[in-house]
C-alpha cells in the first residue's frame, strides 16, 4: 500500500541556505515515516500543509497534485 503524501510549504525567508532547507526535510522524513514527505518553499508569510491519501486519490486529485508541485517548483 503506498504511504500518504504529506506536503510542507515553507516561507522562503524561513531559511537562510537551501543546506537548512535540506537538513529540515530529511528531520519531516524521520519524525513521518509513514508519509511520504514534500518539502517546498513559496513567497507568502504562512506555513502550508496538505496531505493526499491513496484511498481518496482520484484523477482529479492527481491532477490537483500536479499543479501545487508545478506551481512550487517555478
Avoid: W
Amino acid at each position: 500500500m503506498a504511504k500518504p503524501i504529506f506536503t510542507v510549504g515553507l516561507p522562503r525567508e524561513s531559511f537562510r541556505t537551501l543546506e537548512d532547507i535540506n537538513l529540515f526535510e530529511i528531520e519531516l522524513k524521520n519524525k513521518f515515516k509513514d508519509y511520504d514527505t514534500l518539502l517546498y518553499t513559496h513567497n507568502g508569510d504562512e506555513v502550508k500543509f496538505d496531505c493526499f491519501f491513496e484511498k481518496d486519490f482520484n484523477k482529479v486529485k492527481y491532477e490537483e497534485l500536479k499543479k501545487i508541485i508545478k506551481e512550487k517548483i517555478q
